[in-house]
């Protein structure tokens, strides 16, 4: 199943204030960027066909595969002056570089890239810059099974805020963390038909105008998701990401696992 990876993003809250132009996906977490984080847990369920929806910044992200090193995560011998791969990343990768617009919303992103999808009668989605463990197979035959024409991981509220509920006279009668509020956020990860395109306007957006429509059909699936989710959405978030991966907290790194359980 192909993966359309929205990477055009400018990522204002990412800035360092050096004035650099490193798009959002491309911020490192561990000796790899976000995007190929993403990328991994997707080929770790199978998927490996890969559409890149490229505008800011472009040029980071494919000097990034053109020069791409694998001793940098796998391990290898050096033999006669010869590099012999023990392990490889992306060598079974089919990627697709598309300059979707500099400042093209997520919607208008997709449908930019709507001939690559042809053929395709379901196809993964993502905005390149949130990590999780969840059971992607498993949300995908959710979605199989029924008759939606798009479903989207949904999670609790990340806030640490809470919210106060106070009476006329202004005294308080309860708090509540907003995280325990019975509400969830879009996570990111969808997966979606065909039909997600008859409902996407020129300039639109994904969730609020495709998503939206089918939601008031019925037809918007949601898998709630309560287990490891962390997007990088600001410097915060990404450091907190980086020092997780050097203390070897990575529960995205589903392949980690698996190869250990394997040896």
Same mark, same amino acid.
Request: hydrophobic residues 40%; charged residues 20%.
């Given at each position: 199943?192909?993966? /359309?990876?929205?990477?055009?993003?400018?990522?204002?809250?990412?800035?360092?204030?050096? !004035? *650099? +132009? /490193?798009?959002?996906?491309?911020?490192?977490?561990?000796?790899?960027?976000?995007?190929?984080?993403?990328?991994?847990?997707?080929?770790? =369920?199978?998927?490996?066909?890969?559409?890149?929806?490229? !505008?800011?910044?472009?040029?980071? %992200?494919?000097?990034?595969?053109?020069?791409?090193q694998e001793t940098a995560s796998n391990d290898f011998?050096?033999? *006669?002056?010869?590099?012999?791969?023990?392990?490889?990343?992306?060598?079974?990768?089919? %990627?697709?570089? /598309?300059?979707?617009?500099?400042?093209?919303?997520? @919607?208008?992103?997709?449908?930019?890239?709507?001939?690559?999808?042809?053929?395709?009668?379901?196809?993964?989605?993502?905005?390149?810059?949130?990590?999780?463990? #969840?059971?992607?197979?498993?949300?995908?035959?959710? =979605?199989?099974?029924?008759?939606?024409? #798009?479903?989207?991981?949904?999670?609790?509220? $990340?806030?640490?805020?809470?919210? /106060?509920?106070?009476?006329?006279?202004?005294?308080?009668?309860?708090?509540?963390?907003?995280?325990?509020?019975?509400?969830?956020?879009? !996570?990111?990860?969808?997966?979606?038909?065909?039909?997600? =395109?008859?409902?996407?306007?020129?300039?639109?957006?994904?969730? $609020?105008?495709?998503?939206?429509?089918?939601?008031?059909? !019925?037809?918007?699936?949601?898998?709630?998701?309560? @287990?490891?989710?962390?997007? #990088? +959405?600001?410097?915060?978030?990404?450091? #907190?990401? *980086?020092?997780?991966?050097?203390? @070897?907290?990575?529960?995205?790194?589903?392949?980690?696992?698996?190869?250990?359980?394997?040896?």
């Amino acid at each position: 199943m192909k993966v /359309v990876l929205f990477c055009g993003g400018y990522g204002m809250r990412m800035r360092n204030g050096l !004035g *650099d +132009d /490193v798009p959002k996906p491309m911020q490192m977490v561990g000796p790899r960027p976000l995007l190929w984080h993403v990328m991994r847990y997707y080929a770790h =369920f199978g998927h490996t066909e890969f559409i890149l929806c490229l !505008g800011y910044g472009a040029h980071h %992200i494919k000097d990034f595969f053109l020069t791409y090193q694998e001793t940098a995560s796998n391990d290898f011998i050096l033999r *006669d002056g010869r590099v012999e791969l023990l392990s490889t990343d992306i060598s079974d990768w089919t %990627i697709s570089f /598309v300059n979707t617009g500099q400042d093209s919303p997520i @919607g208008e992103r997709l449908r930019r890239v709507r001939h690559l999808l042809e053929g395709e009668e379901m196809f993964l989605a993502n905005y390149a810059d949130v990590l999780t463990d #969840a059971p992607l197979d498993t949300m995908i035959e959710r =979605f199989e099974s029924s008759t939606a024409g #798009a479903s989207m991981m949904v999670v609790p509220p $990340q806030s640490s805020f809470h919210c /106060v509920e106070m009476g006329e006279d202004s005294h308080v009668t309860g708090i509540t963390p907003v995280s325990s509020l019975p509400l969830w956020e879009n !996570g990111g990860y969808f997966v979606l038909r065909q039909d997600v =395109f008859d409902h996407l306007p020129a300039g639109g957006d994904l969730v $609020q105008d495709a998503c939206g429509e089918l939601a008031k059909e !019925g037809r918007l699936l949601a898998y709630p998701y309560r @287990g490891f989710w962390q997007p #990088a +959405d600001t410097v915060k978030e990404r450091a #907190a990401l *980086d020092a997780a991966y050097a203390q @070897g907290e990575r529960p995205w790194m589903l392949w980690e696992k698996d190869a250990g359980a394997a040896s």
